[in-house]
T-cell receptor
Framework: EADIYQTPRYLVIGTGKKITLECSQT?????MYWYQQDPGMELHLIHY???????EKGDLSSESTVSRIRTEHFPLTLESARPSHTSQYLC????????????FGEGSWLTVV | AQSVTQLGSHVSVSEGALVLLRCNYS??????LFWYVQYPNQGLQLLLK??????LVKGINGFEAEFKKSETSFHLTKPSAHMSDAAEYFC????????????FGKGTRLSVIA
């Protein structure tokens, strides 16, 4: 059973607002990821981290930023939300002892109006 | 760089029929291969994975997949479809170092007809 949590699950915000999507895992995994997924579409990697103080941009260009100050926490922030940011954001983690399995959170659905 | 191709964005089968979802990968080194399932409004759940060893991998819910290096394929099968199998299925690949992020295919939506 995966212990990775995302909040909020659903959020509707206005254009120009700042939003932080939270992601926490209690498995002690060193690697964490953010994927963006439009409804019925493929997943695109937007950010990842190999450990504390490590962050990398993924394959899909994103205006969001991430931080990794603690092992268990990998928040994603949009400084000024736009309607084009409307999507589902999936957080995932992977670590030693997980058999190279990547575990996913339930996802955060963001709608920008 | 790795890549994944899933043939067929939508597959429809009758209840009790064989399920076959196709996945081909491209990788410069031996890959790790995964199948995930996604139900509506949920995250992804691991069905099965291949890392090393036996090429026929059994997963949850009666699914299995076979790694065929010569065909660069990792097709997902289930002998008898159930209504509860209706979902989106994603094939994914990463380098066998375990350090690279997963690269996903575009997904295949499985519909099961009663």
């Amino acid at each position: 059973e995966a212990d990775i949590y995302q909040t909020p699950r659903y959020l509707v915000i206005g254009t120009g607002k700042k939003i932080t999507l939270e992601c926490s895992q209690t498995m002690g995994h060193d690697k964490m990821y953010w994927y963006q997924q439009d409804p019925g579409m493929e997943l695109h990697l937007i950010h990842y981290s190999y450990g504390v103080n490590s962050t990398e941009k993924g394959d899909l260009s994103s205006e969001s930023t991430v931080s990794r100050i603690r092992t268990e926490h990998f928040p994603l922030t949009l400084e000024s939300a736009r309607p084009s940011h409307t999507s589902q954001y999936l957080c995932a983690s992977r670590g030693l002892g997980s058999g190279n399995t990547i575990y996913f959170g339930e996802g955060s659905w963001l709608t920008v109006v | 760089a790795q890549s994944v191709t899933q043939l067929g964005s939508h597959v429809s089968v009758s209840e009790g029929a064989l399920v076959l979802l196709r996945c081909n990968y491209s990788s410069s080194v031996p890959p790790y291969l995964f199948w995930y399932v996604q139900y509506p409004n949920q995250g992804l759940q691991l069905l099965l994975k291949y890392t090393t060893g036996a090429t026929l991998v059994k997963g949850i819910n009666g699914f299995e997949a076979e790694f065929k290096k010569s065909e660069t394929s990792f097709h997902l099968t289930k002998p008898s479809a159930h209504m509860s199998d209706a979902a989106e299925y994603f094939c994914a690949v990463s380098l066998n170092s375990g350090n690279t992020p997963l690269v996903f295919g575009k997904g295949t939506r499985l519909s099961v007809i009663a």
